[in-house]
């Protein structure tokens, strides 16, 4: 599926990842931590995966894949077959007209609490592929983790995530499942798009599928953690995954 990723409405969809649990204002000057989100009840919470997760037909074994997600809160009212409310997840819940950039949040991490995105302490992916399972897990209270990571990106998304080398995987289609501990996960959803070579004008929930049966693009909840399956993992043909850009 063609679309653009330059829409700053809903999603930003090329979501680029540099692995860190803290945001550094300059090379030269100490990190600032980024606070954590308050467990509250009344909320709802959704894994939004990256559009190269929900979109990109096939992976090439041995590429690094760009596994990345983000955390958000989910407006109340608007949960029936999608979500499809447009929101710009970097905004002021309570004054969507204010939206922050990276240079604002990098300034004050706080005013990440009052937007629509969460931070999480913990966060744990998990891949599979057949017979075979890793999970990566990251706890931001502890020390900096240098495979799954977080950060805030040039749209100014908090973001969650970690290059999956491939090497040595059997064929298949991946699932990538996500758990985070204490936050009421219910939704798995993506970037939504109109029409072919349409910009991102909201995000949806993915394509329900069966969490036993692989099909690429579907996704949903299981045992408490949003998954999706990839696109196939394949061992040569079409380089569609692109993982290593």
Same mark, same amino acid.
């Given at each position: 599926m063609k679309h653009k990723k330059g829409a700053a409405i809903a999603m930003t969809l090329l979501m680029v990842l540099v692995s860190s649990t803290?945001?550094?204002?300059?090379?030269?000057?100490?990190?600032?931590?980024?606070?954590?989100?308050?467990?509250?009840?009344?909320?709802?919470?959704?894994?939004?995966?990256?559009?190269?997760?929900?979109?990109?037909?096939?992976?090439?074994?041995?590429?690094?894949?760009?596994?990345?997600?983000?955390?958000?809160?989910?407006?109340?009212?608007?949960?029936? %077959?999608?979500?499809?409310? $447009? #929101?710009?997840?970097? +905004? @002021?819940?309570?004054?969507?007209?204010?939206?922050?950039d990276q240079a604002d949040l990098i300034a004050d991490p706080s005013l990440i609490l009052s937007?629509?995105?969460?931070?999480?302490?913990v966060i744990s992916v998990t891949m599979t592929v057949g017979d075979r399972t890793e999970t990566f897990t990251a706890d931001f209270t502890d020390a900096d983790d240098e495979v799954l990571g977080r950060e805030i990106n040039k749209a100014g998304h908090l973001i969650y995530g970690m290059l999956w080398d491939t090497t040595?995987?059997?064929?298949?289609?991946?699932?990538?499942?996500? %758990?985070?501990?204490?936050? $009421? #996960?219910?939704?798995? +959803? @993506?970037?939504?798009?109109a029409a072919e070579e349409d910009d991102a004008t909201a995000f949806e929930l993915l394509p329900l599928g069966d969490p036993m049966i692989p099909v690429s693009g579907t996704g949903g909840m299981d045992a408490g953690d949003a998954y999706i399956y990839l696109g196939k993992l394949i061992t040569k043909g079409g380089g569609g995954g692109k993982g290593n850009r």
């Open positions: 803290m945001i550094v204002k300059a090379a030269e000057e100490p990190p600032v931590p980024i606070p954590f989100t308050p467990v509250d009840s009344a909320p709802g919470y959704a894994v939004y995966f990256a559009d190269n997760m929900a979109f990109t037909p096939q992976w090439r074994i041995g590429n690094l894949v760009r596994i990345e997600m983000m955390v958000l809160k989910v407006p109340a009212g608007v949960v029936d %077959n999608n979500l499809t409310t $447009p #929101i710009v997840v970097n +905004a @002021r819940m309570d004054n969507p007209t204010v939206v922050y937007t629509w995105m969460v931070s999480v302490p040595g995987w059997d064929a298949g289609i991946p699932k990538i499942s996500v %758990n985070v501990p204490n936050y $009421p #996960i219910s939704w798995a +959803a @993506r970037s939504y798009v």
